[in-house]
């Protein structure tokens, strides 16, 4: 399932987690730590890092809490991706800000993505924030805190060229003990004009092969029954492993090779780098998941060019009818797009949702263009488009977008999948949910059925978001 914090989205009724919501700690309790309190914002990397960075401070001696209130510390892990998803994070320093008054000794520690991106300066600007720590410093968390326990500010924000934290065991939070999420890679080296991540993540680089294979492996023996790679650009994932380089083709089939009953999915592919190698490796294992998050912003090539890209729509049309080809009519495909962005014109716009019809994505992540200080778009274009128009425009993608994804879950009536339950169902503990291979939520009768099993279920019906239906043997 993709992974980024919408401004608006389609979500399903029963699977929220591509979120806009904000996760939190679980509990644990050594007896002996001080307790440390975790939100995180943003894209899946970053609920992801706040694993790591749970690991991390358990190995420094700190319990975790899913109540804020117990807290001797809070950590924000934050994302920068539109203005925003900062003002969120501005706003709940604030909340934070008022309960410190009762609690002098909270430690407040800004991580991610924003704290990359404002550094030093965040101190000024929140002067309750203690710790301002950027995604590849999390190693020295342990020192950072020491700092601050001896009256100081701390501030690390240094980016690796490097650092995977590969040799690190993940903390998992909010598991429901089937799926969970493996980085892969950090940091892109793209430069889309629009984007904040190159400069809040650093440059890409890719994980040892052998360490992510090991992860899924252990994932596997735990009882975990699917694995979800994460990058911001997995198709470039490249090891050099012995002399033997091996890329993302190669990751898959490895990763897939574990086990039949271990499901992978992958997140998220660049049109201009998502080989039919790739197609062929996912047509090749019924565990590879039939599914493609394949952001296209725009349907204009000119549009395009000044997101600097580096495809065209007749390119974008060519991957669509790669996966369709190779991977069947069936395939998921989902996809993310902005509205409004520099000089776009209804022209433009039209090309945006002729080129979704085209494509006739499963669903789609939706924004409007929100400028980011700094970025190429930032310091060449105007951000001219007027937000009514943004807005309207964004509209209009979303209604497409209905209808698309009612018309593509109209046609699995009738058909059978294969579904990983994943749990209860989010209205009743009466049915279970889970996903088929195209990533789809389907819910249905529990019976005696369990998470983690794969049953096959009939579908009778659907809404825009779900399909409905009944286990056959
Ligand atoms: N690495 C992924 C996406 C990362 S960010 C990729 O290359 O596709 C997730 C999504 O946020 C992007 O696909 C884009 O649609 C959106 N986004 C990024 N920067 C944005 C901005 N400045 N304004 C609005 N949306 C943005
Ligand atoms: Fe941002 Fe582009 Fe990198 Fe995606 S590929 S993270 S949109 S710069
Ligand atoms: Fe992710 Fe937001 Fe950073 S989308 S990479 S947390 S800017």
């Given at each position: 399932m993709p992974h980024w914090v919408n401004d608006i989205q389609i979500l399903s009724e029963v699977d929220k987690t591509p979120t806009e919501t904000i996760k939190i700690s679980d509990d644990t309790h050594t007896g002996k730590g001080r307790k440390l309190y975790i939100e995180s914002y943003g894209c899946q990397m970053n609920f992801s890092d706040s694993e790591i960075v749970t690991s991390i401070m358990h190995n420094h001696g700190y319990d975790t809490t899913s109540n804020y209130h117990d807290a001797d510390v809070v950590f924000l892990n934050t994302c920068s991706i539109r203005e925003n998803a900062e003002q969120k994070v501005r706003k709940r320093l604030s909340e934070i800000n008022l309960s410190k008054k009762n609690k002098p000794s909270l430690v407040v520690g800004v991580l991610g993505c924003m704290a990359e991106r404002l550094k030093a300066k965040l101190l000024e600007e929140e002067k309750i924030v203690d710790m301002v720590v950027g995604p590849d410093a999390y190693r020295d968390l342990g020192t950072l805190m020491q700092e601050v326990d001896e009256g100081h500010k701390a501030v690390n924000v240094f980016l690796s060229k490097e650092e995977t934290y590969a040799d690190i065991a993940p903390v998992r939070l909010h598991t429901n003990g089937v799926t969970a999420y493996i980085s892969i890679m950090r940091g892109c080296d793209n430069m889309c004009s629009f984007c904040v991540v190159p400069y809040t993540r650093g440059r890409e680089r890719s994980r040892d092969i052998q360490s992510i294979v090991n992860e899924a492996k252990d994932l596997f023996a735990q009882g975990y029954r699917e694995v979800t790679l994460l990058g911001q650009?997995?198709?470039?994932?490249?090891?050099?492993?012995?002399?033997?380089?091996?890329?993302?083709?190669?990751?898959?089939?490895?990763?897939?090779?574990?086990?039949?009953?271990?499901?992978?999915?992958?997140?998220?592919?660049?049109?201009?780098?998502m080989t039919d190698d790739v197609l062929?490796?996912?047509?090749?294992?019924?565990?590879?998941?039939?599914?493609?998050?394949?952001?296209?912003?725009?349907?204009?090539?000119?549009?395009?060019?000044?997101?600097?890209?580096?495809?065209?729509?007749?390119?974008?049309?060519?991957?669509?009818?790669?996966i369709r080809n190779i991977l069947g009519e069936d395939c998921g495909i989902s996809t993310d797009t902005i509205s409004g962005f520099c000089t776009e014109t209804d022209?433009?716009?039209?090309?945006?949702?002729?080129?979704?019809?085209?494509?006739?994505?499963?669903?789609?992540?939706?924004?409007?263009?929100?400028?980011?200080?700094?970025?190429?778009?930032?310091?060449?274009?105007?951000?001219?488009v007027p937000d009514n128009i943004k807005k309207k425009r964004l509209n209009e993608i979303i209604q497409l977008q209905g209808q698309l994804s009612r018309e593509r879950n109209q046609q699995d009536l009738g058909n059978t999948y294969k579904v990983l339950i994943e749990g209860y169902s989010k209205k009743s503990d009466d049915y279970l949910q889970g996903r088929n291979s195209q990533n789809k939520v389907i819910v249905f009768p529990k019976m005696h059925y369990k998470k983690g099993e794969y049953v096959h279920v009939f579908v009778e019906k659907c809404t825009q978001a779900t399909l409905l239906g009944h286990v056959i043997n």
């Open positions: 650009n997995v198709d470039s994932y490249k090891y050099n492993d012995d002399g033997n380089v091996l890329n993302f083709a190669h990751l898959l089939e490895r990763v897939a090779l574990i086990h039949p009953d271990l499901r992978v999915r992958f997140s998220t592919s660049h049109p201009k780098d062929y490796t996912m047509s090749k294992y019924e565990n590879i998941c039939k599914y493609v998050h394949l952001p296209v912003q725009s349907g204009s090539t000119r549009i395009l060019e000044l997101m600097n890209r580096t495809y065209t729509r007749e390119w974008y049309i060519g991957r669509i009818d790669a022209e433009d716009h039209a090309d945006t949702l002729s080129i979704m019809k085209y494509a006739k994505f499963d669903y789609a992540y939706m924004f409007t263009y929100s400028e980011r200080p700094n970025t190429p778009a930032a310091k060449k274009l105007k951000d001219d």
